[in-house]
């Protein structure tokens, strides 16, 4: 028999009715002070506070900080974001790892995607890097000419240039200023300000949505849904930007790196401002494109290609800095970021 059965108990005693609405009642305080003071375990929290990131990764744009340092440089109006020194995780995290293994089969993953570890600790000093990546406008004011693929306007990315082009670009810039000199980012750098704090694939979350970034949406990554695919560069600056205030870091074009690439570079990395192999056949590539599903646009993705190759999803953005007396090899000029 239940409590919320004695209207149905076959008594005719009211006091003993009584005395069981009472207890009743008393039964029902009880259970409601437990169960308003109860402790919440960490696990609840936890998941509660992670179900909240992600419904904010999927939907509203990141707040850059206020006190966000700009820079522009004065011949092309090109800006520069300020992003202060410090450490990160640099590489493939286990959430990535698990997303990854259920895309592809353990072959594919140790073939196209094991290059991304050890996840390992890197230390930087502070840079300056370009807010957007290098417009068509800005490289046609540098060299006269435009090398896009996608000529829509001179706010779209300059794309289909190889990174021996970069370097022209570079060097022909530099003559312009005498006081700021500029280079591609290393890798290192590239991957710090694409995450600006963040650990998860994305710095938009676990997951990234084509309101958020230019990628092939027809294309499926964690938990995310299939979506549009525009087959273009859009213009810079057309999605929100990360917490550090940098745009386009995730799609929209490939960007190269000033690093040769070392499949197996992570395993002995300098711990502080690493720059690379002191050689190799090809140059680090960046942030996925249009092109690309989402798996090869997330934060730690690597890809290569030679230095002379040209390709429409390819582009680049600069780091600014001064330079040293040191070079790696007849094509890479190192700097000092400390200015």
């Known amino acids: 028999m239940y ?23 008393v039964i029902y305080l009880i259970f409601t002070f437990f169960l308003l003071h109860s402790p919440v375990s960490a696990a609840d929290t936890e998941n509660k506070n992670t ?38 995780g640099m590489g493939q995290g286990s959430i990535a790892k698990s997303f990854l293994l259920k895309e592809v089969n353990k072959e594919d993953y ?3 995607y094991a290059d991304e570890l050890p996840l390992h600790e890197i230390c930087l000093d502070g840079f300056w890097i370009g807010k957007y990546e290098v417009t068509q406008g800005q490289w046609q004011k540098v060299l006269g ?10 706010q779209f990315p300059v794309e289909q240039v190889s990174w021996n082009d970069a370097q022209e670009f570079i060097k022909i810039l530099n003559r312009q200023n ?23 694939p994305f710095n938009t979350g676990e997951i990234i949505s084509t309101t958020q970034a230019n990628y092939n949406g027809t294309y499926l990554f964690g938990y995310g849904a299939k979506e549009e695919y525009r087959q273009k560069t859009t213009a810079v600056g057309s999605f929100p930007p990360n917490p550090f205030g940098i745009f386009d870091m995730h799609g929209n074009v490939w960007e190269w790196c000033l690093d040769w690439y070392g499949k197996d570079y ?15 056949e090809a140059k680090v590539l960046r942030g996925g494109s249009w092109f690309r599903s989402p798996s090869t646009i997330r934060s730690a993705t690597r890809y290569n290609r030679n230095p002379d190759g040209r390709y429409a999803d390819t582009g680049f953005r600069l780091v600014k800095g001064l330079m040293i007396a040191e070079s790696v090899d007849n094509n890479s000029v190192y700097f000092n970021q400390d200015f």
């Open 3 to 25: 409590i919320n059965d004695i209207k149905d108990y076959p008594f005719n005693n009211q006091r003993l009715l009584s005395i069981m609405k009472m207890i009743k009642l």
């Open 266 to 280: 992570y395993k002995d990395s300098p711990h502080h401002n690493p720059i690379g192999p002191k050689t190799g």
């Open 110 to 112: 140790v073939k196209y």
């Open 51 to 88: 179900a909240g990131d992600n419904q904010r990764s999927a939907g509203e744009k990141p707040s850059p900080d206020k006190t966000i340092k700009t820079w522009t440089e004065p011949f092309t109006g090109m800006e520069f974001v300020w992003v202060e020194p410090g450490c990160f």
């Open 145 to 154: 000419n435009n090398l896009a693929h996608f000529q829509n306007g001179d």
């Open 178 to 200: 005498k006081e700021n000199l500029f280079r591609l980012p290393t890798e290192a750098e590239w991957e710090y300000a694409a995450r600006a704090g963040t650990t998860t």
